[in-house]
């Protein structure tokens, strides 16, 4: 089984103070964790600070997004040797916001994919689908569509570091969470993927998350789903006392 990754999502929230504060909140309720890692997303203007809290600490940091090419004239975008400098080992891509908002695709997102293992960053490559998609009965092909062509620039000694997160849009922000056998569901599928992509035992190490209004109150059993290996947390992880008790979330 590989080790659950607990990471926060904190979007668009947290100038500079507040980001501190938060991230000393979460690096000393983590003093105590080692059965699993812990990693929190800050905006982009919130990283250095958050870094040299989080330095020497059991928690790591990560991007939200990354541009492909390392350097160059592309205004407004930051890059995986950037992201790596700062200290991220991290970086999520593909959110669902980032697909509906800013024009992230399939194949925009299988270059940051690439770009992030180059720079030496484990990709967090989210998928999930909308609920007209779920409602129509095309939440597994929308999935694998996502996953397939989300990796085809990652090379094989790339997937050990690989985090793959299921996150429904229905889903995240909505308070409405995924019952843990629509995750699971989804979560096999995923998994059964990796194995058609990868040999079985580097498949079954690859962490799949779910995201999606994950709380303190339903963590417990979607952590007890065999095929969930963590969760990524947004709303909840701006808020420690939340955030904490999702990372020190009880195993059946
Ligand atoms: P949520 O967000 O926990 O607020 O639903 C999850 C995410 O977008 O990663």
């Known amino acids: 089984m ?4 607990l ?12 980001a ?9 309720g983590c003093e105590d964790v080692d059965d699993r890692e812990v990693m929190i997303a800050p905006t982009f203007t919130a990283l250095c600070a958050v870094a040299r809290v989080l330095d020497g600490t059991k928690v790591k940091l990560g991007g939200q997004n990354l541009y ?18 700062t200290g991220c080992s991290y970086v999520i891509i593909g959110h669902s916001e980032r697909r509906q908002f800013f024009g992230d695709t399939d194949y925009s997102v299988a270059k940051k994919v690439g770009a992030a293992h180059k720079a030496g960053l484990a990709p ?10 779920r409602e129509n009965g095309a939440t597994l092909g929308i999935v694998e569509t996502q996953l397939r062509h989300g990796l085809v620039n990652l090379p094989q000694q790339g997937y050990g570091a690989l985090v793959v997160a299921y996150e ?8 409405e969470t995924a019952t843990p056998e629509q995750a699971e569901e989804v979560h096999s599928a995923i998994r059964g993927i990796l194995e058609s992509i990868l040999d079985g035992e580097k498949a079954a190490g690859v962490r799949i998350l779910y995201g999606g209004s994950v709380k303190p109150s339903n ?6 789903c065999p095929n969930i290996n963590g969760a990524l947390v947004g709303g909840a992880s701006l ?12 195993e059946s």
């Open 2 to 5: 590989p080790t659950p990754l």
């Open 7 to 18: 990471a926060g999502n904190w979007k668009l929230n947290g100038a500079r103070n507040e």
């Open 20 to 28: 501190r504060a938060l991230a000393e909140a979460v690096a000393k």
């Open 68 to 85: 492909w090419e390392d350097s160059g004239a592309f205004t407004g975008e930051v890059s995986g040797p950037m992201l790596a400098e």
């Open 124 to 133: 967090v490559l989210c998928v999930g689908e909308t609920l007209e998609q």
């Open 168 to 175: 429904p849009v229905w889903a995240i922000g909505t308070g």
């Open 219 to 224: 963590i417990d059993e979607l952590m007890a």
């Open 239 to 250: 808020d420690a006392e939340d955030f904490l008790s999702i990372v020190h979330y009880q």
